[in-house]
């Protein structure tokens, strides 16, 4: 793997901690900063399970907003992908669909 592949992924992932951070701390401005930043990162580079834990709190934004059909889309994906590569923290996400539809 070249160096320049090894810093997007480095990018990529600091980002998405940084997203983690600031959403488990309920800091709305710094979620938004952070998720306009990692709009123009690949998120393929990311291990399945940080993908998955994204989606959830994507999903769990969209709920906030009361944009619920896209919710389900970004679950859905979700559990889609988890099943492939990460099956044992498919769970998670089939939790914040019971949410959903609550």
């Known amino acids: 793997m070249n160096d320049?592949?090894?810093?997007?992924?480095?990018?990529?992932?600091?980002l998405v901690?940084?997203?983690f951070v600031a959403f488990d701390n309920q800091?709305?401005?710094?979620?938004?900063?952070v998720l306009k930043e990692i709009s123009t990162k690949d998120l393929s580079l990311l291990?399945?399970?940080?993908?998955?834990?994204?989606?959830?709190?994507?999903?769990?934004?969209?709920?906030r907003e009361k944009d619920f059909v896209n919710a389900?889309?970004?679950l859905?994906?979700?559990?889609?992908?988890?099943?492939?590569?990460n099956?044992?923290?498919v769970a998670a996400v089939y939790i914040k669909l019971i949410d959903l539809a609550e």
């Open 4 to 14: 320049n592949k090894l810093k997007e992924i480095g990018e990529v992932r600091l």
């Open 17 to 19: 901690e940084q997203l």
């Open 27 to 33: 800091k709305w401005e710094d979620v938004d900063k």
């Open 47 to 63: 291990n399945s399970e940080t993908q998955l834990f994204y989606y959830n709190v994507i999903a769990t934004l969209q709920m």
């Open 72 to 74: 389900e889309k970004t």
């Open 76 to 85: 859905n994906h979700a559990i889609e992908l988890g099943k492939i590569d």
């Open 87 to 89: 099956p044992k923290h």
